[in-house]
């Protein structure tokens, strides 16, 4: 049994990590600050006496005896994260820096919860691992993006300097249940917008893609990417390498929902990347893994779990 620490684990992704983890026998500490995560997320743990909530900023240092750290505290969806982008830069970054220093104090392993983001807009087509990305450090979406750039940067120089056992991955775009049902992030706004029979929001033509992963397969290659030898640090992809355009989307959402929705246009907002596909190719080799779960059947869990929107 390992005492793993998960900050940011009463958000989406992080209360299935937490899940998870109990399940495979370890001790979980959840440190969250509850900014865009929620109790409710982890209540099926609450009582479990193998886990514990903690409400604490990663801002400021945390001390606890742990074997391994998951870092994902960072709000995700560009409204939340744009809401207060100082906060957000500092979140990545200080953030990093603190769970870096438990893991030098207690000799843990720590892997970084990284994003496609840090490839920008990209030119390579699709994304692999040694591109370095085309941000721009000055927009809108930069507090994210140059964030979580600094946090990688972070994570390789506490390796390089102080022999800190680190994991970098880079997610792409993950869905499933516990999302918020408006926080402007594609599939579950749209799936909400199809139960509830509202127009759908596309911004721009639509023709811009994206690759959309299911929560579970995210968790297992995260899971497979801590448990590898020491000298494998990534930064590695975890993405689902289905690519569909967002009208695409729409249109299976309105299929699977049987939705009357009527899809609508708005302005592309400024540095929206034009495409996004990982490639996995090391994922496979190294991880032996890939994403089992294709977008129709992810689709149709989520709606089950959105059920509740139907109008
Ligand atoms: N969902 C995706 O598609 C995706 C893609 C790439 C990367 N990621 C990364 O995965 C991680 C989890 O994302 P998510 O989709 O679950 O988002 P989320 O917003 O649901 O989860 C983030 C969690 O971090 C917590 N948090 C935010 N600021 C904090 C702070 N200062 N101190 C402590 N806790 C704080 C939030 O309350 C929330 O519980 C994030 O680091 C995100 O950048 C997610």
Not at 42 to 71: M, Q, R, T
Not at 78 to 84: A, E, L, N, S
Not at 295 to 308: A, C, D, H, S
Request: hydrophobic share 35%; aromatic share 8%.
């Amino acid at each position: 049994m390992k005492k793993i620490l998960v900050s940011g684990g009463a958000g989406f992704i992080g209360s299935h990590l937490c899940t998870r983890l109990i399940k495979d026998g370890h001790k979980v500490i959840c440190l969250d600050n509850l900014f865009t995560g929620s109790e409710e997320n982890i209540a099926h743990l609450k009582g479990n006496p193998h886990f514990e909530f903690v409400l604490h900023d990663v801002e400021f240092p945390y001390e606890a005896e742990v074997d391994e750290i998951y870092n994902l505290a960072c709000p995700a969806s560009p409204i939340h994260y744009q809401h207060d982008a100082i906060k957000t830069i500092k979140t990545s970054v200080l953030g990093a820096i603190n769970m870096l220093g438990l893991a030098k104090k207690t000799n843990a392993k720590i892997m970084q919860a990284s994003t496609s983001e840090i490839y920008g807009d990209p030119i390579i087509h699709p994304q692999v691992e040694s591109y370095w990305g085309n941000v721009n450090p000055i927009g809108i979406r930069s507090c994210y993006d140059e964030g979580k750039r600094c946090a990688e940067t972070l994570f390789m120089d506490y390796h390089r300097q102080n022999g800190i056992r680190i994991k970098i991955i880079r997610i792409f775009n993950t869905y499933g249940p516990r999302m918020l049902p408006d926080d402007g992030r594609v599939v579950s706004n749209f799936v909400v917008q199809a139960l509830r029979n509202e127009d759908i929001t596309i911004y721009g033509s639509g023709a811009q893609t994206r690759s959309f992963q299911y929560v579970d397969d995210l968790i297992e290659g995260m899971v497979r990417m801590m448990n590898t030898e020491d000298e494998f640090i990534g930064p590695i992809n975890l993405g689902n390498p289905c690519e569909f355009s967002i009208l695409e989307l729409a249109e299976k959402v309105i299929e699977l929902t049987g939705s009357q929705s009527k899809l609508i246009f708005k302005p592309l907002p400024h540095d929206d990347p034009r495409q996004r596909k990982p490639d996995i190719t090391l994922a496979k080799s190294k991880l032996l893994w890939q994403p089992a779960i294709g977008l129709e059947e992810g689709l149709r869990r989520m709606i089950e779990y959105f059920g509740k929107y139907r109008s």
